[in-house]
């Protein structure tokens, strides 16, 4: 009781800094959005000053450009007014040219009028002459100097005419210049003002530039506040996730993933849509049709998230597994759903997207690295698939024997009969996995290329002794990478495949009894109705920290088998699980030995017991 209060506090305690992690996180993740709506705004306002400035400061320079034509031409046009008004005053005293080009005024003019009176009348009188022959002389001569005087005469009147239509269309044309500077003067005084306006806006401008240059170090600093306050969030985020799974590490509730791959190429030449979202990281979204159905998880992936973020979370449960826990990570979804990619990876050599497996493999010996001047390890791996209700060892090759699913006294889980292998490196342990997966079962369907026709489990056995004391630790990874559902109709299965798909469906209904009896308090849990169930016996239910993913197709061509899984998944978290360090004293690890090599056959002395 004393024991269980004290797991009670701490998880009080852990809930607390949770929930103040969470307050902590909301509260920096709306603050650090503030700050960049407001900085998004201001540099808005910014730009369009700036903008604006530019523009206006081109403006003026158009304007003051125009200002200077404006005022040479009007000036242009006042010298030529004047010039014009010179001439028409000129033109009011007119003269006539005569051959030598001489001048006649207006009394000369009159004077020859007069003049030509006169002679007329001393013609009269010299034509009454008779025949006189002086006379006819000077009549000749009075007739031509009347004929001179008359030109004369219309020498001056015709030049009269055309100074007073000079005169008239220099008025004409004076009235219309008069009106050219006025229309001219009136644009200048608007440009003038429009020029001013513009350079007071200028300067408001070159104001507002100050102001932006200030603006844009004050960004700099706000950047750097808002990439802080991210960094803060993300470091919070990460502590509240590992709060949380330390809480349900507590509890011994199975971690629930769901991810979701992208669109498949033979979905898209189907013309199928996405259905699935997922409106944050730990809720996913299904649309049926008719509305959209919730489901709630520890994590949710989407297709643009990469495996080395799906593996970030995987970390703690491989470390637990170095620590001597019995720990498993499996795969559950219909055939095709992306799970051997989870826990694989591509099928690429070498491997592109290295899958859970391939980053676990590497991790744990990390993780011995770091801790080598403490604890001596061991490595060792087996792997085995279950194929139409039968367990064949993928390390023998074609010398099967029969193996059995047993349990040791910790109630963990072991394969007898099965081949153990050792590894002394990451790629070592690897390079097994290859060996091992080159036996598995695949096949071609119309859903998946590479169709999985066997659940396979990779066991990695860690075995570590404490340098200090001897004190032996013993834990176990085993990564479950399950065949999925499907339906023939849909896979196109025929002979040996329908046969396959039989045996997968049933174990995998098997599971899904075994989760029903659990997640509902059963007393009889029916582990023992398939070797799945029984593989999975200390998984589901037992002593292990097990962590399942769902995989599911975004298609609506699949909707209702992702709703299946969905729901299927969901009742796992009802499950708890009692997990339990493996650990042993020196000397129990030491007794255990000898048993081992009496039951061997092997002579042991007595001096050793």
Not at 488 to 497: I, L, P, Y
Not at 580 to 600: D, F, H, P, T, V
Request: glycine content about 6%; proline content about 1%.
């Amino acid at each position: 009781i004393k024991g269980q209060a004290t797991v009670e506090e701490e998880l009080r305690l852990a809930q607390a800094q949770l929930t103040q992690s969470k307050s902590s996180s909301d509260a920096l993740m709306l603050a650090n959005k503030a700050t960049v709506d407001e900085m998004s705004v201001e540099l808005a306002s910014a730009r369009t000053l700036l903008a604006e400035a530019s523009k206006k400061q081109r403006q003026t320079d158009g304007l003051q450009r125009q200002v200077d034509v404006l005022s040479s031409q009007l000036q242009r046009e006042k010298n030529l007014v004047k010039e014009w008004k010179s001439k028409a005053a000129r033109k009011q005293a007119p003269s006539v040219s005569n051959d030598q080009g001489s001048k006649m005024s207006a009394a000369s003019a009159k004077q020859y009028e007069q003049e030509i009176a006169k002679l007329k009348v001393k013609l009269k009188k010299a034509g009454g002459g008779g025949g006189n022959a002086n006379g006819g002389v000077e009549v000749q001569r009075l007739e031509k100097k009347l004929k001179d005087a008359e030109k004369r005469v219309e020498m001056y009147k015709t030049a009269r005419q055309k100074d007073a239509s000079s005169i008239e269309k220099l008025e004409v044309d004076l009235k219309e210049r008069d009106k050219t500077i006025a229309k001219l003067q009136a644009e200048t005084q608007t440009l003038s003002a429009d020029f001013e306006r513009a350079k007071q806006l200028t300067e408001s401008s070159m104001m507002k530039m100050q102001e932006l240059e200030a603006a844009k170090v004050e960004s700099r600093e706000l950047r750097a506040a808002a990439t802080d306050l991210s960094e803060q969030l993300a470091e919070e985020r990460k502590l509240r996730k590992q709060y949380y799974n330390q809480i349900e590490d507590m509890k011994g509730k199975i971690r629930l993933y769901c991810r979701a791959r992208p669109l498949s190429s033979s979905e898209k030449e189907r013309g199928c849509q996405t259905v699935v979202t997922a409106p944050d990281e730990f809720t996913f979204l299904v649309n049926n049709g008719t509305k959209e159905e919730e489901f709630q998880f520890d994590s949710v992936f989407m297709p643009e998230q990469g495996q080395e973020v799906v593996y970030e979370d995987t970390h703690s449960l491989v470390q637990s597994a170095v620590d001597g826990f019995n720990v498993c990570i499996f795969a559950y979804g219909q055939t095709g759903s992306g799970k051997t990619y989870t826990m694989i990876g591509d099928s690429n050599r070498p491997m592109q997207s290295p899958g859970l497996a391939p980053r676990a493999f590497e991790d744990i010996f990390n993780i011995v690295a770091a801790n080598s001047s403490k604890y001596r390890f061991e490595v060792s791996c087996y792997m085995i698939e279950l194929y139409c209700d039968k367990l064949r060892d993928l390390f023998a090759g074609k010398n099967q024997v029969e193996l059995k699913v047993k349990l040791d006294q910790k109630k963990m889980v072991f394969i007898e009969g099965a081949l153990i292998k050792q590894a002394d490196s990451a790629e070592h342990l690897y390079e097994l996995f290859e060996l091992g997966s080159k036996s598995r079962k695949v096949a071609s369907t119309k859903m998946n290329s590479e169709s999985s026709r066997s659940h396979l489990v990779i066991g990695v056995i860690i075995k570590s002794t404490s340098l200090a004391d001897g004190r032996v630790t013993t834990g176990k990874l085993s990564l479950v990478d399950l065949a999925g559902s499907e339906r023939a109709g849909k896979t196109g299965a025929e002979g040996q495949q329908i046969i396959e798909a039989k045996s997968i469906n049933k174990s995998l209904s098997a599971l899904g009894n075994v989760i029903a009896a659990l997640s509902t308090r059963q007393k009889h849990v029916p582990y023992r109705d398939n070797l799945l169930t029984q593989l999975m016996q200390d998984s589901v239910g037992g002593n292990a920290k097990t962590l399942m993913f769902v995989n599911v197709s975004p298609a609506d061509y699949n909707t209702d088998e992702t709703i299946n899984s969905l729901r299927y998944a969901k009742r796992v978290k009802d499950i708890t699980n009692d997990a339990q360090k493996n650990a042993e004293s020196e000397e129990i690890n030491r007794l255990k030995g000898i048993i081992a090599r009496m039951r061997a056959g092997e002579a042991v002395d007595e001096a050793e017991v």
